[in-house]
Structures are given as structure tokens and as C-alpha cells.
């Protein structure tokens, strides 16, 4: 051995001592060698062995062989050459050893690794007796680590607490040779109860001690675990037992608990599963705080440890009990339960290896119960918030219902009030006119003051009441357009003119501005709400414009869209009252201040008109300055029309789209790059109800993804193609792993192209475009 170290510290330069660079005064009786440097610091110390010794690794070694004592603490060894330099009386060598002790260094794991693996392989290739108990040490340490490891695993895997910890119960006996093993679990009022230290001596399960109360119990089990619970006791000890069944029944519930898991090494042992003996606990020593720091019990010999509990020494001997060990489980800062191991057939002296492996098995199964209570409160709150969203999602349809439903009501009303109310101002306005042309006598100019303002004011009424009604028409969805084809420049100069008369009274200059070239001037839309749309900006422009002011209506085109522009150098509008325009009933200045007259209906109507076309209606103002009102329309089609040729790529055809996808990260990815590009998307995720949100949106193009988990998208596309009117709409289906079948069988059910995930930003937009505008009823796969 001392040629190994002197070969070993020459081979990584450290420094050899031995019992010759040591005082003489505390030179060990036998042999000793020393490797020391930076990084690694070893002492093996050399011993003849006179009597055989009980420790682990000696019982291997002869009567008469030779122990060696390695010893690897950098603190030991720091102390070992501190006891040299105070006592050596040579200057020379007191130096040496401090100068070792200076450089003393941290212990390295690789180095020390290392220098294990070096001396293994010396001892099983030179002495391999000596070594054979060392060899078996980490052979039986190895084997330790693995069923260590295996259980871990096999709690690791597993959510499911009963699944773990039958799994641990069955695997720790087998490993440990035992008799029996069980887990005792206390009632969760005992476990809350014992997270403080209690007076109450009563706390030392003889048998084990796991963690539900008497009610978690089958109720089928509840008399025969009561029953186990009473061993047969002496008269003298049936003073401290319950004096019921009740009583039995109540107390664990109360204060204690019971065996919960069992494994047994024969089936002959007895089973004590569900037994509880808290009534025995009475005179049983105080062990609830020792439990609470930790501490494990260990019982060698149980006729010597309960000789003064008559009880529990009973209780245990009637199962059979010689030998036991208790290790707690602690969950948090309560006492859960107990990990308990039975010796039966003999009296067992415990290793310290075997009670340290327990503790890290009880270690393992707290976080295994920790998790899974987590586990089981989240699964609790996931169920409550289940039911939350599902009232709230009812909540929310009961509410869209009742707004439906007024909404339907609010129709109702304003067209048979609009009805109710024109026939009588028709007969106002009419008849004011008569008088005004035509009259039985000579009117005063106070009467015919009158009668122009009867006349005036039932016109203006009319108006307001028309546009409520068309408001009304358009959100019920009854107004359908009367597409046809017109002439831009002689609608455009209409809409002006019949602002002149009224622009000229207020000193204002009306001009049009068109820019479209003869080929271009037809056009095919709804002339009647094209008229409509630019009547009500002109009047807006005309009537907040100031004398002196100029608006101006310019119109072009670009493509398929016909595009007007409404500007006037009048108030402006301030920008944080832009967002209000186009809503209903809105006038943007003080009610007190209201200089001019209006409903506030006209630009909301003009917006609906605009977006009933499929076009967009914007604004740029800015207060002083004048306002600028854009309209985008693009080219209707009429029925039996040849297909509108497509734009440019970087002018897409402006269209509602629905995209049906569950997944929430692909949808905002899609929505994003069809809304960028002037796209109206509407996401739905619940697959179920495509078949009714189509019918109700009218889109011009279906993106669908193959892989719903709500429904099955083949069905829904085939269900598409049956139920949709118009040829031109088309399907465009997604899937993850586009393959021949699955495009085949996407195009049988109807699709008109597909695409694969994650989709290309350029492929999606120049299909989409394609299937827009092409009439064909499919593409090729981009």
C-alpha cells in the first residue's frame, strides 16, 4: 500500500508523509501514510485488528488481518498536522508540517474520485483481500441507491397518491428484508392539531401512521377497522379502553388515525390495515415532538422498550411485533403520518444505513403528498372555474339573447313609428306646399313666414325619421343593394349641385374635382346609396364651414374602388372626439352650445352605407383647419357579371373572412397578417357553431383548420358547401402535415385550396387573393 501512495503522489506531484515526518510523541502504534497538495488530502491509517468488530465494514475482515482507516476530511487531516506541529520539538520538522498545513487546499470531488478508482483498481489487482470489504460496502451502498432511485422514480411518475404510496410501501420491505411495512396516517384534525407541541403524551403509534380521518373510509369498513381496533386487554388495562364502539369510532376521527397501506413478507402475518389503538396511547411516552423535529424511533427490542405501557406491548405482541422503526412524514410543518417497519419473526438490531434509507424515503414521500394535494387543489380550482365560465358563458348568452331580442323590438318600433309618422307628414308637407303655390285668398307675410317654416321644419322631420328608419333597416340586416352600373362623374355632379343653392346663401365656393378617365367612368354599385353617402358629407361640410370657406368633392379611381373625398376649410374636429363620428345620436360640441341643428345619424348612417358596399370610410381633421372625409367603394358585382379581374398584389381585394381555429396562438398569428393587409377577420373557435356564424356574416372566404378538437372539419366543410349560397365563397383549409390523401380528401369535402402549418405570411395572402377573386372552384396548393 505505501508503494501505491508513493507511485500515486510522485504520478500528481503530492506530497508523502508518513509516521516519519510525524513527532515522536504522537506517532500512531502502527503505520500510517499521507498524500497531500491542493486539491486532494488523504490519510490511511494502518491497524492489526485484535478482536472481530461489529462495524459494517470490519465483520469482512480476519481476526488477525489489518484494518485500514481512510481518512478524506480536509478538516480531519488539518487537525491531524495541527497535533504534529504542537507537539514536534524540531524546528525543521514543525516547519514542514505547517508548510503542509498552509497548503492545505479544499477537497475536489474529481481529484478525489480519482484516487478512489486508482486504489480500487491497485487493491483488486495486487491485494484483492484487502479490498473485498470495501468492495462490498459499495456493492450494498450501489444497491442502495438504486432501489432509492427506483422508488423515486416510481413516485415521479405518478400523480395518483394511493398509486405511490402502495408502490413505495411494497418496494422499501422487499429491499429491507422486513417483515412488514405500513404507512400510518393520522385524521387531517389530528395532522393540524400536532403542528404545535402538545401535553398530550398519547403519540406513539405502535403500528405506523398515514393521513385520512374515519369518514374517508368505505362505509362497508367501518365495523370491521373499529373492531381491529380493540385487541383483547387485561382487566387491568381495560381501564384506559373506550367504554363504546361509538367511542372507538369517534376518537381516531378526533385525535389520532389509522394504517392506511400494508405489505406483508408472507401471508401468514397477520394484517393490521386499517387497526388504530390511540385509546392504548394513554400511558405510551411523549413522542409527538420528536416526530415534529424529525426523529426517527428506533425499537430493537420491544419487550424491553414498552415494558411500562401494558397496552401497546399487548397490542404489539398480538400482531406479532419484535422489532419496529417509526420515521415521520412531514408535510409543511404537520406531522402527515408515519413510515413504519415491522420485524415479526425475530428481534432485529437496526444499521444506521437501514434508518438513514428510511429517512430519505420518507423524505420523497412528503413531496410526493405535497404535490399531490397541489395537484388535487388545483384539479378543485380547475372545476370551479369550469363552472364559473360556464355560468358566465350562459350569463353572456341570456344577455345577448335579451339584447337581441331588444334590439329586434327596437326595429319593430322605429318602423312602425317611421310608418305612423310620415303618413301624417306627408299630408303636412303637401298641403303646406298647396298653400304656399296656391291659396284661397291673399296671404300676409306673417302667414306665408308661417307656412315656409310648417313647410321646412316637416321636411327636415321627414329626413330625420327616414334616416332612423334606414339605420333601422341596415342593422336588421333588410337592406339589401340595388346594384347597377352608373356613371361617377354624372353622380358626383348631381351630389354637388344640389349644394350650390345652399352654399351660395352662406358665401361658401362648392367645388368638384374629378380625376377619372373616360374608360373608367362607369362604375357598378348602388348609385341611390353612393348619392346618399356623399349627400350627407357634403351637407356636414357645408354646414360647418364658415362664409368664405371652400368644400371640395374630389373623386378618382384606382383599380376596383371608387374613391371620394369630401374637404371643407371649416371648425375641424379635435382629435379626441374623432372616435365618436361615426356613432349613433352624436354631436361632438356642448349641448348648451349647439349652434348647429342635426340628429348626429347622418355620418353613422353614411358609415353603414359605406361598409354595406364592403368599403371604408376615414377621417382627417384637425381643429381651424378643415376636416378630410375618405370613402373607398369597391366594384359591386351584379349577378351573372363576368368575375372582377384582381388587383395588384399590393392592392388586396378588401373582404370579411371567418377563420375557424381553436388554437389561440395560430389564430392571433393568422388575424394579425389578414388584418395588416385589409382584411376583415372574424376568429370563431367553437367548430360546433360555424354553420350558423357563416349564415349570419356572409364572408367571402372560410379559413378552416383540419385538426379541431371541437368538431370534425371535414364534416363542417362539407356542410359549408351544401348550406352556402353563393359560388363565390370559398374554403381554405390548414393542416399540419399536408400529404396527397389529405389535400384529396380536403378538396372531396369541398376545400378550395390548402395550406400547411405554421402558414407563410406571403403563401397565405397570395392564396387568399386568388381565391377572392378566381370564380374557379379550387386552386393548386401554392
Given at each position: 500500500?505505501?508503494l501505491?501512495?508513493d507511485?500515486?503522489?510522485?504520478?500528481?506531484q503530492?506530497?508523502?508523509i508518513t509516521?516519519a515526518?510525524?513527532?515522536?510523541?504522537?506517532?500512531?502504534?502502527?503505520?500510517?501514510w499521507?498524500?497531500?497538495?491542493?486539491?486532494?488530502a488523504?490519510?490511511?491509517l494502518a491497524?492489526?485488528?485484535?478482536e472481530p468488530?461489529?462495524t459494517?465494514?470490519a465483520?469482512?475482515v480476519?481476526?488477525?488481518?489489518?484494518?485500514?482507516?481512510?481518512?478524506?476530511?480536509?478538516?480531519a487531516i488539518?487537525?491531524?498536522?495541527?497535533?504534529?506541529?504542537?507537539?514536534s520539538?524540531h524546528?525543521?520538522?514543525?516547519a514542514?508540517l505547517a508548510?503542509l498545513?498552509q497548503?492545505?487546499?479544499?477537497?475536489?470531488?474529481?481529484?478525489q474520485?480519482?484516487f478512489?478508482l486508482?486504489?480500487?483498481d491497485f487493491?483488486?489487482t495486487?491485494v484483492p483481500?484487502?479490498?473485498?470489504?470495501?468492495?462490498?460496502?459499495l456493492?450494498?451502498?450501489?444497491?442502495?441507491?438504486?432501489?432509492?432511485?427506483?422508488v423515486v422514480?416510481k413516485i415521479?411518475?405518478?400523480?395518483?397518491?394511493?398509486?405511490?404510496l402502495?408502490t413505495?410501501?411494497?418496494?422499501?420491505?422487499?429491499?429491507l428484508?422486513?417483515d412488514r411495512l405500513?404507512?400510518?396516517?393520522f385524521?387531517?384534525?389530528?395532522?393540524?392539531?400536532q403542528?404545535?407541541?402538545?401535553?398530550?403524551?398519547?403519540?406513539?403509534?405502535?403500528l405506523?401512521?398515514?393521513?385520512?380521518s374515519w369518514?374517508n373510509l368505505?362505509?362497508?369498513?367501518?365495523p370491521?377497522?373499529?373492531?381491529?381496533a380493540?385487541?383483547?386487554?387485561?382487566?387491568d388495562q381495560?381501564?384506559?379502553?373506550?367504554?363504546?364502539l361509538?367511542e372507538?369510532v369517534?376518537?381516531?376521527?378526533r385525535q389520532?388515525?389509522?394504517?392506511t397501506?400494508?405489505?406483508?413478507?408472507?401471508?401468514?402475518?397477520?394484517?393490521v390495515?386499517?387497526?388504530?389503538e390511540?385509546?392504548?396511547?394513554?400511558?405510551?411516552?411523549?413522542?409527538?415532538?420528536?416526530?415534529?423535529?424529525?426523529?426517527?424511533?428506533?425499537v430493537?427490542d420491544?419487550?424491553?422498550?414498552y415494558a411500562?405501557?401494558?397496552?401497546?406491548?399487548?397490542?404489539?405482541?398480538?400482531?406479532?411485533?419484535?422489532?419496529?422503526?417509526?420515521?415521520?412524514?412531514?408535510?409543511?410543518?404537520q406531522?402527515?403520518?408515519l413510515?413504519?417497519?415491522?420485524?415479526?419473526?425475530a428481534q432485529?438490531?437496526?444499521?444506521?444505513?437501514e434508518?438513514?434509507?428510511?429517512?430519505?424515503?420518507?423524505?420523497?414521500?412528503?413531496i410526493a403528498?405535497?404535490?399531490?394535494?397541489?395537484?388535487?387543489?388545483?384539479?378543485?380550482?380547475?372545476?370551479?372555474?369550469?363552472v364559473?365560465?360556464?355560468?358566465r358563458t350562459?350569463?353572456?348568452?341570456?344577455?345577448?339573447?335579451?339584447?337581441?331580442a331588444?334590439?329586434?323590438?327596437k326595429?319593430?318600433?322605429l318602423a312602425?313609428?317611421?310608418?305612423?309618422l310620415?303618413?301624417?307628414?306627408?299630408?303636412i308637407?303637401?298641403?303646406?306646399?298647396?298653400?304656399?303655390?296656391?291659396s284661397?285668398?291673399?296671404?300676409?307675410e306673417r302667414?306665408?313666414?308661417?307656412?315656409?317654416?310648417?313647410?321646412t321644419?316637416?321636411?327636415?322631420?321627414?329626413?330625420?325619421?327616414?334616416?332612423?328608419l334606414?339605420?333601422?333597416?341596415?342593422e336588421?340586416?333588410r337592406?339589401?343593394?340595388?346594384?347597377?352600373?352608373?356613371s361617377?362623374?354624372?353622380l358626383?355632379?348631381?351630389?354637388?349641385?344640389?349644394?350650390?343653392a345652399?352654399?351660395?346663401?352662406?358665401?361658401l365656393?362648392v367645388?368638384l374635382?374629378?380625376?377619372?378617365?373616360?374608360?373608367?367612368?362607369?362604375f357598378?354599385a348602388?348609385?341611390?346609396?353612393?348619392?346618399?353617402?356623399?349627400?350627407?358629407?357634403?351637407?356636414?361640410?357645408?354646414k360647418f364651414t364658415?362664409a368664405?370657406?371652400?368644400?371640395?368633392?374630389?373623386?378618382?379611381?384606382e383599380?376596383?374602388?371608387a374613391v371620394?373625398?369630401?374637404?371643407d376649410?371649416g371648425?375641424?374636429?379635435p382629435?379626441?372626439?374623432q372616435?365618436?363620428?361615426?356613432?349613433?345620436?352624436?354631436?361632438l360640441e356642448?349641448?348648451?352650445?349647439?349652434?348647429?341643428?342635426?340628429?348626429?345619424l347622418?355620418?353613422a348612417?353614411?358609415?353603414?352605407?359605406v361598409?354595406?358596399?364592403?368599403?371604408s370610410?376615414?377621417?382627417?381633421?384637425?381643429?381651424?383647419?378643415?376636416?378630410l372625409?375618405?370613402?373607398?367603394?369597391p366594384l359591386?358585382?351584379?349577378?351573372?357579371?363576368s368575375?372582377i379581374?384582381?388587383?395588384?398584389?399590393?392592392?388586396?381585394?378588401?373582404g370579411?373572412?371567418v377563420?375557424?381555429?381553436?388554437?389561440?396562438?395560430?389564430?392571433s398569428?393568422?388575424?394579425?397578417m389578414?388584418?395588416?393587409a385589409?382584411y376583415?377577420?372574424?376568429?370563431?373557435?367553437?367548430?360546433?357553431?360555424v354553420?350558423?356564424?357563416v349564415e349570419?356574416l356572409?364572408?367571402?372566404?372560410?379559413?378552416?383548420n383540419l385538426?379541431?378538437?371541437s368538431a370534425?372539419s371535414?364534416?363542417?366543410?362539407?356542410?359549408?358547401?351544401?348550406?352556402l349560397h353563393?359560388p363565390?365563397?370559398?374554403?381554405?383549409?390548414?393542416?399540419?402535415?399536408l400529404?396527397?390523401?389529405?389535400d384529396?380528401?380536403?378538396r372531396?369535402?369541398g376545400?378550395a385550396?390548402t395550406?400547411?402549418?405554421?402558414v407563410?405570411?406571403?403563401q397565405?395572402?397570395t392564396?387568399m387573393?386568388q381565391?377572392m377573386?378566381d370564380?374557379?372552384?379550387?386552386?393548386?396548393n401554392p
Amino acid at each position: 500500500m505505501g508503494l501505491f501512495l508513493d507511485q500515486y503522489s510522485q504520478r500528481y506531484q503530492l506530497t508523502l508523509i508518513t509516521e516519519a515526518d510525524y513527532p515522536q510523541a504522537l506517532q500512531p502504534s502502527d503505520q500510517f501514510w499521507g498524500l497531500l497538495g491542493p486539491s486532494l488530502a488523504v490519510l490511511l491509517l494502518a491497524e492489526p485488528i485484535q478482536e472481530p468488530l461489529e462495524t459494517e465494514a470490519a465483520q469482512a475482515v480476519p481476526p488477525d488481518g489489518v484494518a485500514l482507516y481512510l481518512v478524506m476530511d480536509p478538516s480531519a487531516i488539518q487537525a491531524f498536522l495541527d497535533d504534529g506541529v504542537a507537539a514536534s520539538d524540531h524546528p525543521a520538522q514543525r516547519a514542514h508540517l505547517a508548510d503542509l498545513r498552509q497548503h492545505l487546499g479544499p477537497l475536489d470531488p474529481a481529484a478525489q474520485a480519482q484516487f478512489m478508482l486508482a486504489w480500487l483498481d491497485f487493491c483488486i489487482t495486487a491485494v484483492p483481500s484487502a479490498c473485498k470489504p470495501v468492495q462490498d460496502r459499495l456493492d450494498r451502498q450501489l444497491e442502495r441507491s438504486l432501489v432509492l432511485n427506483q422508488v423515486v422514480t416510481k413516485i415521479q411518475e405518478s400523480l395518483d397518491l394511493s398509486v405511490i404510496l402502495q408502490t413505495t410501501v411494497s418496494e422499501v420491505r422487499h429491499f429491507l428484508q422486513a417483515d412488514r411495512l405500513l404507512i400510518y396516517q393520522f385524521s387531517e384534525s389530528s395532522a393540524h392539531d400536532q403542528a404545535a407541541p402538545s401535553s398530550d403524551p398519547s403519540s406513539d403509534p405502535g403500528l405506523g401512521s398515514p393521513s385520512d380521518s374515519w369518514s374517508n373510509l368505505p362505509s362497508d369498513s367501518l365495523p370491521q377497522a373499529a373492531s381491529k381496533a380493540l385487541p383483547s386487554l387485561s382487566p387491568d388495562q381495560s381501564a384506559h379502553a373506550p367504554h363504546s364502539l361509538a367511542e372507538v369510532v369517534a376518537k381516531p376521527a378526533r385525535q389520532g388515525g389509522y394504517i392506511t397501506y400494508e405489505a406483508k413478507a408472507s401471508e401468514t402475518l397477520s394484517s393490521v390495515l386499517h387497526y388504530t389503538e390511540n385509546f392504548c396511547f394513554s400511558h405510551s411516552p411523549p413522542c409527538r415532538e420528536r416526530y415534529l423535529a424529525g426523529q426517527t424511533v428506533v425499537v430493537d427490542d420491544i419487550d424491553e422498550t414498552y415494558a411500562s405501557v401494558p397496552c401497546l406491548h399487548n397490542f404489539l405482541a398480538q400482531v406479532g411485533v419484535k422489532s419496529k422503526v417509526v420515521v415521520p412524514i412531514l408535510v409543511g410543518q404537520q406531522l402527515w403520518g408515519l413510515l413504519i417497519v415491522h420485524q415479526c419473526n425475530a428481534q432485529r438490531h437496526w444499521e444506521a444505513w437501514e434508518i438513514e434509507f428510511l429517512g430519505h424515503i420518507a423524505e420523497h414521500l412528503s413531496i410526493a403528498i405535497n404535490q399531490a394535494q397541489l395537484y388535487q387543489q388545483l384539479q378543485r380550482q380547475t372545476q370551479n372555474l369550469e363552472v364559473c365560465v360556464i355560468e358566465r358563458t350562459q350569463d353572456l348568452r341570456d344577455a345577448l339573447a335579451a339584447a337581441q331580442a331588444a334590439n329586434r323590438a327596437k326595429s319593430d318600433f322605429l318602423a312602425t313609428m317611421s310608418h305612423e309618422l310620415r303618413t301624417p307628414l306627408t299630408y303636412i308637407i303637401g298641403m303646406s306646399a298647396t298653400l304656399l303655390r296656391w291659396s284661397l285668398g291673399d296671404l300676409s307675410e306673417r302667414q306665408r313666414d308661417y307656412l315656409n317654416t310648417i313647410h321646412t321644419s316637416g321636411e327636415h322631420l321627414l329626413t330625420v325619421i327616414n334616416d332612423i328608419l334606414e339605420v333601422s333597416k341596415i342593422e336588421s340586416g333588410r337592406t339589401v343593394l340595388e346594384v347597377r352600373e352608373f356613371s361617377l362623374t354624372s353622380l358626383s355632379r348631381q351630389s354637388v349641385d344640389a349644394f350650390r343653392a345652399e352654399a351660395a346663401r352662406n358665401d361658401l365656393d362648392v367645388v368638384l374635382d374629378l380625376k377619372i378617365a373616360p374608360d373608367q367612368d362607369s362604375f357598378v354599385a348602388d348609385p341611390r346609396r353612393v348619392r346618399q353617402i356623399l349627400s350627407n358629407l357634403l351637407s356636414n361640410a357645408v354646414k360647418f364651414t364658415p362664409a368664405e370657406g371652400k368644400v371640395t368633392l374630389r373623386v378618382r379611381r384606382e383599380q376596383n374602388v371608387a374613391v371620394f373625398e369630401v374637404s371643407d376649410t371649416g371648425i375641424g374636429i379635435p382629435e379626441s372626439a374623432q372616435p365618436l363620428l361615426f356613432q349613433k345620436f352624436q354631436q361632438l360640441e356642448n349641448v348648451r352650445q349647439r349652434e348647429y341643428q342635426g340628429t348626429g345619424l347622418g355620418l353613422a348612417l353614411t358609415k353603414q352605407l359605406v361598409e354595406l358596399h364592403g368599403g371604408s370610410i376615414k377621417v382627417v381633421s384637425k381643429v381651424g383647419s378643415g376636416s378630410l372625409f375618405s370613402v373607398r367603394i369597391p366594384l359591386q358585382r351584379r349577378q351573372g357579371d363576368s368575375p372582377i379581374p384582381s388587383p395588384p398584389v399590393d392592392e388586396p381585394v378588401v373582404g370579411r373572412i371567418v377563420l375557424v381555429e381553436d388554437n389561440e396562438e395560430n389564430a392571433s398569428i393568422i388575424c394579425d397578417m389578414l388584418t395588416a393587409a385589409d382584411y376583415q377577420v372574424i376568429w370563431i373557435v367553437d367548430g360546433s357553431r360555424v354553420l350558423d356564424q357563416v349564415e349570419l356574416l356572409q364572408p367571402a372566404a372560410i379559413i378552416i383548420n383540419l385538426g379541431l378538437a371541437s368538431a370534425n372539419s371535414y364534416d363542417i366543410i362539407t356542410a359549408l358547401g351544401q348550406s352556402l349560397h353563393h359560388p363565390r365563397v370559398k374554403i381554405l383549409a390548414l393542416t399540419a402535415d399536408l400529404s396527397p390523401d389529405q389535400d384529396r380528401q380536403a378538396r372531396q369535402a369541398g376545400a378550395a385550396a390548402t395550406l400547411v402549418h405554421p402558414v407563410n405570411p406571403k403563401q397565405l395572402l397570395t392564396t387568399m387573393r386568388q381565391l377572392m377573386s378566381d370564380p374557379a372552384p379550387g386552386l393548386s396548393n401554392p
